[in-house]
């Protein structure tokens, strides 16, 4: 028999956020937008074309694949119990509310250290913009802050207006980076070949694809930010988790096109596309270097989308987790006017930028740099949080949901969707890596512990604590 879900319904006098207040396109807008599509593929395919060569095209396809494993594990917890809490809440669910607490303090690491490379970005690049293009100079570090104090309060005025106006820089991002893809096709229409998607083109065959592999994990962060939002979502049980899909689906399919069209700007040159640190602006320069204002203009309005989207979509967890008492109660206040959850919001945005001032400017790591090891430090904890997701879900259905199993959906993908991601993880584990990376899995392996440690702790101390978890279901 299946043990029915029971749920701790909050008290009337408590404030919830504002219901219904996103459509699915807004969902979808603002999760695209969060994943930060232009600056992700700038950094990032130029680290997945130095280990799979000119198949990098193929090696994104495949982690797409692998990605909507995990897709489809969110999907259903959030067509079950949609909350705010996102992978929190599910996991906290399925295992109880150790796990949950533990997850929580797991997750939001992974997070904000992630979310703090898109800050640091976001100082140079539009600092480089405007020296290229204005002869402007500004210091770097002075515009990050400015950026992140502004992006704090839009977020804090309201969810509708902020994804509003994170759906508006992503299509103009959007437009922008097809735009110089179609330029870059038609400049070289004599290359337009199939090898970027054969098996023959990795370098050294499954090897090259498995060390492109966890970069291309990593461009698709943030996919499952959808889910967080479900409490101020239209019908979230349908909404969400069609956001997710068509979200993955979306930038998957994107992704794949700005890498063929990148190799077609080289002239389908495995060489010349490795030996390149930018090869979307080097390939445009080449192709229709009148316009390479296009990739700049792309990568500001791809950071000022991304910063709305991350800070709304991941401070939610942080949020719901003070809301449910496994973090410090402030961390669920919600502003009395905009019902947006602002304590949450200044929290995670106030560490993103101690982080970087911490080791930029007085540790004097250079920005770029930073962005590549904490970029690899972030998403770790987050793959472990996926894994753990995928094995949560069959628990929680035999748990509560029986009725509803299905073997393939709720028993084989997740499974599947737990296996493949041992491929980005064997690429962050592997001996033989310079430093820092040679000490990111033992630092990894500290913050997991000190979590287990304040899970265990806090589900002792608090033993209602198990009744509190997944209490705001999304719309009830």
């Given amino acids: 028999m299946s043990v029915s879900e029971t749920v701790s319904t909050p008290q009337a006098g408590e404030t919830r956020l504002r219901r219904n207040a996103l459509s699915l396109s807004h969902v979808v807008a603002t999760t695209l937008a969060g994943i930060a599509p232009a600056m992700s593929f700038f950094f990032g395919f130029a680290v997945i074309v130095q ?8 090696t994104i396809l495949t982690a797409m694949v692998a990605i909507l494993f995990l897709t489809n594990t969110i999907a259903e917890f959030s067509r079950f119990t949609p ?48 020296r290229i293009f204005l002869g402007l100079s500004v210091n770097w570090a002075l515009l990050m802050v400015l950026l992140a104090a502004g992006t704090g309060w839009l977020v804090m005025r309201g969810v509708g207006l902020s994804t509003r106006w994170s759906g508006v820089f992503f ?21 337009l070949t199939l090898a970027p998607f054969k098996f023959s083109s990795l370098t050294g065959g499954l090897t090259g694809l498995g060390v492109g592999f966890p970069l291309a994990i990593y461009l698709f962060i943030g996919w499952e930010n959808s889910a967080t939002l479900a409490e101020e979502t239209e019908n979230p049980r349908q909404n969400i988790p069609r956001a997710l899909i068509t979200g993955t689906l979306t930038i998957g399919i994107f992704y794949i096109f700005l890498a063929y069209a990148t190799a077609a700007g080289f002239k389908m040159d495995a060489h010349a596309l490795g030996a390149s640190r930018l090869p979307f602006i080097d390939g445009l320069k080449a192709s229709a270097p009148a316009l390479l204002a296009v990739a700049y203009l792309a990568g500001v309005t791809s950071i000022l989308g991304s910063l709305i989207g ?92 029986r009725h509803e199993l299905n073997i393939v959906r709720h028993v084989v993908m997740p ?10 993880l064997w690429g962050f584990v592997q001996p033989g890596q310079s430093w820092p990376f040679n000490v990111l ?36």
């Avoid at 280990?51 to 193929?58: D, Q, R």
């Fill in 310 to 401: 991350l800070v709304n979509s991941q401070a939610r967890i942080l949020f719901n987790s003070g809301r449910e008492g496994l973090l410090p109660e402030f961390l669920g206040k919600i502003h009395p006017r905009h019902q947006t959850p602002h304590s949450a919001m200044w929290v995670f945005l106030f560490i993103a930028v101690a982080l970087i001032l911490g080791f930029c400017l007085l540790g004097g790591i250079a920005p770029m740099d930073y962005f590549g090891f904490a970029g690899t430090l972030g998403t770790v904890p987050i793959i472990l949080t996926y894994m753990l997701t995928n094995l949560a879900l069959p628990v929680y259905v035999v748990r509560y949901q």
């Fill in 51 to 58: 280990g799979a060569g000119l198949a990098a095209p193929l």
């Fill in 83 to 130: 909350s705010a809490g996102s992978f929190v809440t599910f996991t906290g669910k399925a295992f109880g509310p150790s796990v949950g607490a533990a997850v929580s303090v797991f997750v939001i690491f992974g997070y904000i250290v992630a979310a703090s490379t898109i800050v640091a970005i976001a100082g140079v690049w539009i600092s480089e913009t405007l």
């Fill in 415 to 424: 499974i599947a969707g737990t296996l493949v991601m041992f491929f980005p």
């Fill in 171 to 191: 299509y103009f991002e959007a437009g922008l980076l097809v735009l110089g893809s179609i330029l870059m096709l038609t400049a070289h229409p004599h290359f």
């Fill in 441 to 476: 899995p033992w630092v990894v392996l500290v913050v997991l512990v000190l979590s287990v440690l304040y899970g265990t702790v806090i589900a002792r101390l608090s033993p209602g604590l198990a009744r509190r978890i997944g209490a705001y279901v999304a719309d009830q």
